[in-house]
């Protein structure tokens, strides 16, 4: 499980050195493009999609867990008339930010889901990629995810009203590379960029739900993801000058290696990612 120290490393570069490459709304992870080639329409349908999955109205009160830089509740709110909702991250400085974007109904907290407490209970919850952080490869390679992953569907379960949806994104891995070069950046990756956590296969998902959650749909967009982290790349190498005299030449040489490596790893079905809609049961 990725700790705060980990989590910062992953997410505490700088609000402003992702500010440049992200979307405006700074949603870091896979945009769905569905009749559109822009990545901040792609980010909505993204977020659209979750919104039906998790059968969001503007009644309900929704949960965001590793709510990022605060992207998928303001969308709730903001575009859908969510009125009551809380996003929980580890990261201090997402937490900044969310809080001075000031969405009205909207909460924030700095907090491990472990230790989450919710004083009332939600009709629905959205995680997008956030189960990533669950487990390390090492506990992976000792059998204990799957424990893990049922533990943080069971919170969840717990704290949600009889009748919630849950609408979930995460990566996958699928495929081992047999080229040592693409193996030694994905594990170079895994380990510089995203400590502590590792993607998910399809399988520990379908185990890890039961008894909680019943799957509804899976949608899996694979091609959507090679194409969010090529136009991240893109945006990124844009802004190489800056980013190189403000943040140094390591910072910028380590983005590009992790997004032309995401890239890769999507075109090469090393890694996919998955849509779910989850039902709870009763
Ligand atoms: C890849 S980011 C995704 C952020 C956001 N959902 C988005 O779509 O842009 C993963 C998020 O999970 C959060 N996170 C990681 N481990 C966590 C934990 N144990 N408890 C709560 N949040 C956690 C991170 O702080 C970060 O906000």
Request: charged fraction near 30%; charge should be negative; aromatic fraction near 12%.
């Amino acid at each position: 499980m990725s700790n705060q120290e980990e989590v910062e490393v992953s997410y505490d570069v700088s609000n402003d050195f992702f500010r440049l490459w992200l979307d405006e709304k700074m949603n870091y992870t896979c945009a769905l493009y569905i009749d559109t080639d822009n990545l901040e329409e792609a980010q909505n349908k993204k977020l659209e999609w979750l919104h039906d999955a998790a059968h969001i109205t503007p009644d309900s009160r929704v949960l965001d867990i590793g709510c990022g830089w605060g992207a998928d509740l303001e969308y709730q709110c903001n575009v859908k008339g969510v009125k009551d909702a809380v996003g929980i991250t580890l990261s201090r400085s997402q937490h900044a930010e969310c809080v001075s974007r000031d969405i009205p109904g909207a909460e924030f907290l700095v907090t491990d889901y472990r230790d989450f407490k919710p004083t009332k209970k939600f009709d629905a919850v959205i995680s997008i990629c956030m189960m990533e952080h669950i487990s390390t490869p090492e506990e992976v390679r000792e059998g204990k995810h799957i424990k893990a992953y049922r533990d943080y569907f069971k919170k969840a379960h717990e704290w949600t009203n009889p009748g919630a949806y849950f609408g979930l994104q995460t990566i996958l891995r699928n495929r081992v590379p047999r080229i040592k070069q693409h193996l030694v950046d994905i594990n170079w990756l895994t380990y510089a960029i995203f400590p502590g956590g590792l993607s998910l296969r399809l399988e520990d998902i379908v185990k890890a739900v039961n008894p909680y959650w019943e799957i509804m749909e899976v949608q899996t967009r694979r091609e959507h993801y090679e194409k969010t982290c090529a136009e991240w790349l893109r945006r990124m190498r844009s802004h190489e000058d800056h980013i190189r005299a403000t943040w140094g030449d390591q910072v910028f040489d380590d983005y590009d290696r992790y997004l032309r490596t995401c890239v890769l790893g999507f075109q090469e079905h090393y890694q996919s990612l998955a849509q779910y809609s989850l039902r709870r049961i009763d």
